[in-house]
């Protein structure tokens, strides 16, 4: 299994980036697919998520700003951010999980990405 994540970088506040996550090695349309963030001395925190049956969730304090997608076809997971600001600043972690989506059963979010950078000045 393979998750890598791309598409962070350094933004002004109000600006925009697309995460990506591409996946391979599995079965993708089996499993539930993630967004993580850890800021800098934040615990790690659910951003968005899709459950295996292709119903999304997306966390209230991204409501509104950040926007989930994935294209089941290139088996890649998206994550829009948009009207950033600077507690957005994490790093943004991709990952796989068994069904059904339990955002705090680590024993389901069993494989996860490297981590994209996002910082937002």
């Known amino acids: 299994v393979q998750l890598v994540e791309s598409g962070g970088g350094s933004v002004q506040v109000g600006g925009s980036l697309r995460l990506s996550c591409e996946a391979s090695g599995y079965k993708y349309n089996d499993y539930c697919m993630g967004w993580f963030r850890q800021g800098p001395g934040k615990e790690r925190e659910w951003v968005g998520h899709f459950d295996s049956d292709g119903a999304s969730s997306i966390a209230d304090p991204v409501k509104g700003r950040f926007t989930i997608s994935r294209d089941t076809a290139k088996n890649t997971l998206y994550l829009l951010l948009a009207n950033l600001k600077t507690e957005d600043t994490a790093m943004y972690f991709c990952?796989?999980?068994?069904?059904?989506?339990?955002?705090?059963?680590?024993?389901?979010?069993?494989?996860w990405g490297q981590g994209t950078q996002v910082t937002v000045s």
């Open positions: 990952v796989k999980a068994r069904p059904p989506w339990d955002y705090n059963d680590y024993d389901r979010l069993h494989y």
